[in-house]
C-alpha cells in the first residue's frame, strides 16, 4: 500500500535554504503552522495500518522521521500524540455506535490485536470496552 502526503511546497524550503528573507520566513511559517493538522488527516486516512508510524509518514512527506519530528515538535506535538489522539477519537466514536465488534474496532484503529486495543481503551476512558459496551446498551 503506498501512502501519500500532500504538503505545501514552501515547506521543503526549510531545510534546503541557508538565507531566505524574512518575508519567505515568514510566509514558510503561516503554512508550517497546518503541519500537525496534516499530520492528524494523514493519521485519520491510514489509521487501519498497524505499520503507520513515524517513518512512513515522514517517507510520505518526503523528509527525514528526525526532520518530521522536529518540525512537530516546534508545535509542541509528537507523532504519537498526534496518531493516539486519532485513534482514541475514532474508538470512542465507534464504540459509541455499537455496531462493530471490539476486535473489528481494534482492527480499524491500527492495533494488531484486541487486548492491546483494551489496554489502551481502558487508559483513554478509564473503562473496559466490553463494560464501555454494556454501559451503552
Known amino acids: 500500500m503506498g ?5 505545501p511546497a514552501q515547506w521543503m524550503l526549510l531545510s534546503h535554504t ?11 511559517h503561516e503554512d508550517y503552522d497546518t503541519l500537525p493538522k496534516t499530520v492528524q488527516k494523514f493519521c485519520e486516512e491510514h489509521m487501519s ?3 503507520l508510524d513515524l517513518a512512513a509518514t515522514a517517507r510520505a512527506c518526503h523528509v527525514h522521521p528526525k526532520a ?3 518540525m512537530l515538535s516546534s508545535h509542541g506535538t509528537s507523532f504519537k500524540a498526534i496518531l493516539e489522539e486519532q485513534r482514541r477519537k475514532h ?7 455499537g455496531h462493530l465488534s ?3 474496532i481494534a482492527l480499524a484503529t491500527g492495533f494488531a490485536h484486541a487486548s492491546n486495543f483494551s489496554r489502551a481503551y481502558k487508559r483513554w476512558t478509564g473503562e473496559t470496552p466490553s463494560a464501555a459496551r454494556d454501559r451503552l446498551r
Open 49 to 51: 495500518d498497524p505499520n
Open 3 to 7: 501512502m501519500t502526503l500532500r504538503i
Open 68 to 70: 518530521l519530528s522536529r
Open 102 to 104: 471490539i476486535t473489528e
Open 91 to 97: 474508538a470512542i466514536a465507534a464504540m459509541s455506535q
Open 18 to 28: 541557508g538565507g531566505s528573507s524574512d518575508w519567505e520566513q515568514d510566509q514558510v
